[in-house]
């Protein structure tokens, strides 16, 4: 699959240039680092959470965790749990399981970024399936994260 269209409408919209890196299957941030030979915490992953009101896809460093309590705060949603799996599927019809790219806005899914993303020169990020990555600018970046809210989501492992 490479680049499902929806993320590729998303960075042509927001005139981003990428590069793809191609890579043996990985299932999980640490495989993908290893594989790729890419430092974790140049890579920006998607934690998707969810609540009665919807999903929220949560922007973080592939070498930190997700503070839910935190998210929960800065959004005033109090019930914010990981979202089932099913459901993901369904937000991102395009993507592979466990595939998802950190752009919940190209699928209109509300997205919050961690603030240490914000200071990469060059970010890496799945692509929606599991053999390839974006990279691209922190100018490109920045503009993809355009009125994204920032905010401290994470903590070292």
Do not use: N
Not at 74 to 97: K, Q, S, T, V, Y
Not at 121 to 133: K, N, T
Request: glycine share 8%.
């Amino acid at each position: 699959m490479a680049i499902p269209q929806t993320v590729l409408d998303h960075l042509h919209r927001f005139h981003v240039a990428f590069s793809l890196i191609e890579h043996p299957y990985a299932s999980s941030t640490r495989e993908l680092a290893m594989v790729s030979h890419v430092d974790r915490s140049h890579i920006a992953k998607a934690v998707v959470l969810e609540d009665g009101q919807g999903p929220v896809c949560v922007v973080i460093p592939g070498d930190r965790w997700l503070r839910l309590h935190h998210v929960q705060a800065a959004l005033g949603r109090d019930e914010l749990r990981l979202a089932d799996e099913r459901h993901i599927e369904r937000w991102f019809p395009d993507c592979d399981p466990g595939a998802v790219p950190p752009l919940g806005m190209a699928y209109g899914v509300e997205t919050v970024m961690d603030e240490a993303l914000w200071s990469l020169a060059r970010v890496y990020m799945e692509s929606g399936d599991h053999r390839h990555l974006i990279v691209v600018s922190a100018a490109g970046f920045h503009r993809l994260m355009v009125g994204v809210r920032r905010g401290h989501f994470s903590h070292d492992e």
